[in-house]
């Protein structure tokens, strides 16, 4: 791994052994993108990859000079208005209405390690020998604004990491109204575009389109990174598949607006782009002031997707998301919303808690419903507290106490950002919701947002968060967010100031967060926003797992499990085993597939186990013991992609340990279909030399290559359900010694 700048060419060569990434300062002190992708040996000139000359209507940067025009050349980070006329990545409206900016290079400092964004959720390094970073200064002469553009690459890891910071030393404002973390020329487009799109209750489905002229791309307004579109896209050649084939990455480590976008020039160059949404953003900047964008996190994989998705499960899971239960084995839970909803008593939990200890749980997680005047969504939010004792005679600190005697861990479901009317918060700050003047905010789901820009309001959240987490014994927190933002309007803040609330909102997110995990250190967060709303790798960095979705349907959970394995690791998937018919789909799934499914992710439960038969208590409690046996190996092992549920009747992956000694594989049979063909499963990522077992199946050992190559004979009569609609099978695979 190495950064080099070359004075002679005046060329930065960011690499490591896997990929190379070269920037040259351009004769008018802007940058150009030579190249990015796999590792190129080193050296001095790579300047002919700089290509030029002479085109009818082309604008060029110098009088008599015809070889670089900026629309034709492949831009670094570039602006608007002087000759490049695709999409800018950034916008600045100064003082007199001008938009014209002409930011040249002035110097760069290269350094070891990788330093953290203030503020914001970003990767990290755990020594300095694992990264190197370039920070390089631009600065627009007229308005002494500097941009500074850094890039991290990774030792370990085929990863380059950028941000932006613009720092204003001038003596006028100056608003910034578009700025991106990263965009990228690439020399061709012959690519097809990957996104993860959904909505609620069926989030991060893959879906792939050919790249075409014009700007096609996807994106959040609603506050939050969204149901409907990840903060992601993949770009991957038309051949590559899951295994093989080059795919490029882009991750947003943000959870408010995103945009991310591929415009593709009629000369064929594909301008990849992403960062905060531009719509309804503004920042102006006085003197003095700085502005930091988020990091974007580009990965470059020639194995295929899963090779690209391999390498963000082990950046985000180890240099992402942080704290005390990192590494640690998660507890698995008992969490009461599909059994009670808000309709609880202390009773109706202690009998859930008590039959869930029973079977081998380990966490019982009281889900909404306990505080305030909380009977239904129409009231309680915002009153962090207890105040019905009929629910909870002893408040949360006797029920916490009780489930801590039964020899189990207790959790807590708060949604912090949120208020509804009838609560003591609204009445006494009816002024602290965001709300336009004059105007009637929005209603969904009977609640409005806190207005998170203001400070003062995070503290009064933080006050009583910090009390009842102080008060009882509580080791988890369900962090929720149940709608999104409209009327986005901050009454403390200035006409000009408007355009920065989003931001700031969720800049009041990440600051809670901080606070929060500061001072409860030990305290496992799971974020949520009405299921998977707000999955996205700025909150892995606080909350090391998100619950995955509402919809725990098993056969939707493969579906939407497998779209978030594209970006996230199994270790931040909270996935549940619920009851049938399921509250979302009505499906009926055989408890053995509901807990194939959600095994592949950090299990547990959600529905009432007191109401169980004595069979299906037997049967829960041998899925904890398995999952107990094996959560490390789910946790840490290396995850593979193996039958595609959205191209076919069945769905299948693995889990291999990084020393490929033991596997956990998976098949699941979405839709039966009648007198249709034998059935394999091909493994991938054993070592192709080592004689392997597959428990409970026969006494016979295979070679990694033959479980690779051949497959595993998927028996329909070895599937629960006996192979019919729903069924699958989990196979575990361990070296013969
Ligand atoms: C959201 C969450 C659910 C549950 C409910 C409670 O929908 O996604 O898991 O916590 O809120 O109101």
Redesign the pocket.
């Known amino acids: 791994m190495a950064i080099i700048y070359s004075d002679t060419s005046k060329e930065i060569h960011i690499f490591n052994d896997q990929i190379s990434y070269i920037i040259q300062i351009l004769d008018n002190g802007e940058l150009g993108n030579l190249y990015y992708g796999k590792k190129v040996d080193h050296k001095e000139d790579f300047s002919y990859l700089l290509e030029g000359g002479l085109r009818s209507l082309a604008v060029y940067t110098k009088e008599d000079d015809y070889f670089m025009s900026p629309q034709y050349t492949k831009m670094e980070y570039p602006c608007a208005g002087r000759g490049d006329f695709r999409e800018p990545a950034y916008e600045i409206c100064q003082e007199n209405g001008s938009r014209i900016v002409c930011m040249e290079y002035q110097g760069h400092e290269i350094y070891k390690g990788k330093k953290q964004l203030e503020g914001l959720p970003a990767t990290y390094v755990e020594n300095a020998e694992e990264a190197d970073t370039v920070e390089i200064l631009l600065t627009d002469k007229l308005l002494q604004l500097d941009c500074i553009l850094s890039y991290t690459v990774f030792r370990d890891y085929p990863v380059l990491t950028r941000n932006v910071r613009f720092v204003n030393r001038g003596s006028q404002k100056v608003a910034l109204e578009r700025v991106l973390s990263a965009s990228i020329d690439l020399p061709d487009a012959e690519y097809e575009m990957l996104s993860l799109t959904g909505a609620w209750a069926r989030e991060r489905y893959p879906k792939a389109r050919k790249l075409a002229h014009g700007v096609q791309g996807t994106g959040s307004r609603c506050g939050c990174s969204s149901a409907e579109f990840n903060p992601f896209l993949a770009l991957k050649r038309p051949g590559a598949s899951e295994n093989l084939g080059e795919v490029l990455g882009f991750s947003l480590v943000y959870s408010g607006n995103h945009m991310e976008q591929v415009c593709v020039d009629t000369c064929d160059m594909a301008r990849v782009q992403l960062g905060i949404h531009p719509e309804g953003f503004e920042w102006e900047l006085n003197t003095g002031e700085a502005f930091q964008s988020p990091e974007a996190v580009m990965v470059y994989s020639c194995q295929g997707l899963n090779g690209m998705s391999q390498t963000y499960h082990k950046l985000y899971r180890t240099r992402l998301a942080r704290g005390y239960w990192r590494d640690r084995e998660r507890p698995i839970l008992i969490?009461n919303?599909?059994a009670t909803?808000?309709a609880f008593t202390e009773e109706s939990i202690l009998r859930i808690a008590k039959t869930g200890k029973e079977l081998g749980m380990e966490l019982f997680v009281l889900?909404?419903?306990w505080f305030g005047k909380r009977e239904d969504?129409r009231s309680g939010l915002g009153d962090w507290y207890v105040t019905n004792y009929e629910k909870l005679p002893d408040g949360i600190e006797g029920l916490a106490g009780k489930i801590k005697k039964m020899g189990m861990r207790f959790g807590l479901?708060f949604?912090p950002e949120m208020v509804n009317k009838d609560s003591d918060l609204y009445r006494s700050h009816p002024d602290w919701i965001l709300c336009a003047p004059g105007r009637i905010p929005s209603p969904s789901r009977n609640q409005y947002v806190l207005d998170f820009s203001r400070p003062e309001v995070v503290a009064y959240i933080y006050g009583l968060m910090e009390k009842i987490l102080s008060s009882g014994d509580i080791s988890y927190v369900?962090w929720?967010m149940?709608r999104y933002i409209t009327e986005c309007y901050s009454a403390k803040k200035t006409e000009r100031e408007q355009g920065k609330v989003f931001h700031q909102y969720i800049l009041g997110v990440y600051a809670l967060y901080e606070r929060l995990t500061k001072a409860f250190p030990e305290i496992l967060f799971e974020s949520?926003?009405?299921?998977g709303a707000r999955f996205d790798p700025g909150m892995l960095y606080y909350a090391p797992q998100t619950?995955t979705s509402?919809d725990t349907d098993a056969m939707e959970r493969v579906r939407i499990q497998y779209g978030t394995s594209y970006v996230y690791p199994l270790s931040s998937m909270g996935a549940h085993v619920s009851e049938v018919p399921n509250q979302q789909t009505g499906r009926v799934t055989p408890l053995k597939t509901r807990a194939n499914a959600a095994m592949f992710g950090v299990f547990g439960y959600?529905l009432d186990l007191s109401q169980m038969t004595e069979l299906e208590k037997a049967e829960i409690k041998g899925q904890v013991q398995f999952v107990k046996a094996h959560r490390h190996l789910i946790q840490h092992g290396v995850f593979y992609r193996l039958l595609n549920p959205f191209e076919g009747r069945e769905a299948g992956w693995i889990v291999v340990s990084e020393d490929q000694s033991e596997a956990l594989a998976a098949y699941y049979q979405m839709s039966a279909e009648p007198n249709g063909p034998w059935k394999r499963l091909k493994l991938a990522g054993l070592c192709p030399e080592k004689k392997y077992i597959v428990d409970g199946e026969d006494a016979r050992v295979y070679s990694g290559s033959e479980l690779m190559n051949v497959g595993i004979i998927v028996k329909k009569e070895s599937l629960c359900a006996n192979g019919g609609d729903y069924s699958s099978k989990v196979y575990y695979l361990r070296e013969k010694a």
């Open positions: 969490n919303w599909e909803g808000a889900d909404d419903g969504d479901w949604e369900k929720d149940n949520c926003s009405s299921g619950w509402d959600e």
